[in-house]
């Protein structure tokens, strides 16, 4: 089946520290990918996504990159800042049509001034 | 503006009663989700609906029930037969149909259900 399995958090960084979240897949075919990320006291919102091998999505100075061979899709932010404090979440398509996404645990992200 | 409201924000209920979360979209989409988030757990599918008048099991449906009589309205209904019903609910909606869909769930701030 479909799986996804993100690093365990609480990831603490100091502000302008570079970011990486790691995101791992299991999946038949080739699915769309995502991270998704749900700021405190509100729902989640998309933050970049990748259709095929190789590509890259980013967003807000994020970025992250479709690697079929590792089956992985890291997330990557050169500098941090308080802002980006959140819970970031991996996720995966699982139909054809794109919308029915499985979720990986979520990582929660602390950033200090 | 559009967007996705749910209600009510927190809710309370005793052990053995129904309780009903509300979820209303005016984005114009045809596909809504109801998904369960506990702690460390990421999110899980409970009920989708692709259309108006049909909607689908997730992974997690018992206990909960849903029904989809407008395009803008799906409501979750958490029943007494869920074991363990205090978490974080949020909907979601997104465009339905293959080549329409582009990934993207727009959620809604969530409702917190405790059970005391």
Redesign the interface.
């Known amino acids: 089946g479909n799986s996804?399995t993100?690093m365990?958090g609480p990831v603490t960084l100091s502000e302008e520290a570079f970011l990486t979240i790691n995101c791992t897949y299991t999946a038949t075919g080739y699915p769309?990918l995502?991270w998704?990320v749900q700021y405190p006291?509100?729902?989640?919102?998309?933050l970049l996504?990748a259709?095929k091998a190789d590509d890259k999505g980013s967003n807000k100075g994020f970025e992250a990159t479709y690697r079929k061979e590792t089956t992985s899709f890291h997330l990557e932010k050169g500098s941090v800042q308080v802002s980006d404090s959140a819970v970031y979440?991996c996720a995966l398509?699982r139909n054809?049509?794109?919308?029915?996404?499985t979720?990986?645990?979520?990582t929660r992200l602390m950033v200090k001034p | 503006d559009g967007g996705?409201t749910q209600s009510p924000k927190y809710l309370f209920r005793k052990e053995g009663q129904n309780v009903t979360l509300s979820c209303e979209q005016n984005l114009n989409h045809d596909?809504m989700y109801w998904?369960r988030q506990d702690p460390?757990?990421?999110?899980?599918?409970i009920y989708?609906s692709q259309i108006v008048n049909d909607f689908q099991k997730g992974d997690i449906a018992e206990g909960y029930s849903v029904s989809r009589e407008k395009k803008e309205s799906f409501p979750l209904t958490v029943t007494s037969a869920q074991k363990n019903p205090t978490a974080f609910y949020?909907c979601?909606s997104?465009?339905?149909?293959?080549g329409?869909?582009?990934?993207?769930?727009f959620?809604?701030?969530?409702s917190r259900l405790t059970v005391l």
């Open positions: 996804v993100q365990e769309s995502f998704y006291g509100e729902g989640l919102q998309l996504k259709t979440f398509s054809n049509a794109g919308n029915m996404l979720f990986g645990g979520g | 996705i596909a998904y460390g757990q990421g999110l899980r599918l989708y949020l979601a997104s465009p339905a149909g293959f329409q869909h582009t990934g993207e769930l959620f809604g701030e969530g």
